[in-house]
């Protein structure tokens, strides 16, 4: 049977849990050769046995996206075992400090950009510097519908994606002379750690839904098939975008 990506190279960082993990596990099923990277070794471990059992070639490469000489030695260890890069999914991040502005400081903003904006900057940069190269490639970052829309809840979060949004589109300018697309997916609530540490709880999630015009919260699955779409050649004519994957949020 056909398979959409038999053989490329497909690089997900924050692979070790949510929508890194879903999609990586979704491109390995569509006959990928795959680079996971997290800053979780266990669990990197663990996906690379679950990846092998499932008959993919896997590597995974501790990383922190925030530290450039880990994502240099990344991108190193991506070329020295595959020769080349066909599509990064940048799913590393974090929920940062919610609440009032008037409550946040020098390091949660810190911490909430460097792990967002500074990562999402850094692996554009090495993973453009390849993929130029080379002449094709797609990417696609992780954005949010807080990328798009203010929370009074989230201001670093909110803040922080509306400038992945920014490096998506502005990456996407430059690299089309490339042949190489840049774009991002934006999900609503997803039922990953991420959203039960933002809901403060699994009693909350309920709540959660019934905000949703779909009614339900979403799955890490459904944006990993939004991931592979636009990584595809389906969408070769698709860059600088925002996919929303919201069950209808974004439309409100
Ligand atoms: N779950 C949601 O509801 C939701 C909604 C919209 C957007 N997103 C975005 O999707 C992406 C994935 O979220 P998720 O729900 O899977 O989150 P998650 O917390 O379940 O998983 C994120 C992964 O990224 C890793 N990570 C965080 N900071 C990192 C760093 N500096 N270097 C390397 N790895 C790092 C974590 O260790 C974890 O493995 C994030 O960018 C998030 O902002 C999630």
């Known amino acids: 049977m056909h398979k959409q990506f038999e053989n490329q190279v497909v690089l997900v960082t924050g692979a070790t849990a949510g929508i890194g993990r879903a999609t990586a596990l979704a491109f390995s099923r569509e006959g990928a050769r795959l680079v996971i990277s997290g800053r979780n070794v266990e669990a990197g471990r663990r996906l690379q046995q679950e990846l092998k059992a499932l008959g993919a070639e896997a590597e995974f490469v501790p990383a922190d996206v925030s530290q450039e000489d880990q994502l240099v030695h990344l991108l190193e260890h991506c070329l020295k075992r ?14 940062g400090q919610g609440g009032s502005i008037m ?16 990562g999402t900057l850094l692996c554009l940069k090495h ?6 190269e080379q002449k094709s490639g797609a990417i696609v970052n992780l954005s949010s519908t807080m990328g798009s829309h203010g929370n009074p809840q989230a201001p670093l979060y909110v803040a922080s994606k509306h400038a992945v949004e920014g490096l998506t589109k502005s990456a996407a300018l430059e690299a089309c002379r490339y042949g190489v697309r840049v774009n991002a997916v934006a999900p609503g609530p997803i039922a990953t750690e991420m959203l039960d540490r933002i809901a403060g709880g699994a009693e909350n999630l309920p709540k959660v839904a019934a905000g949703i015009p779909a009614g339900r919260i979403g799955r890490p699955e459904e944006v990993a098939d939004a991931i592979l779409f636009m990584a595809s050649p389906r969408a070769s004519y698709v860059t600088g975008e925002i996919l929303h994957v919201s069950g209808g949020k974004t439309a409100m």
């Open 103 to 118: 409550e946040q400081t020098v390091e949660t903003y810190t911490a909430t950009f460097n792990a967002n904006v500074l």
């Open 82 to 95: 595959f020769g080349r890069l066909d599509i990064a999914v940048n799913s590393a991040g974090i929920e």
């Open 127 to 132: 993973q453009l510097r390849v993929m130029s």
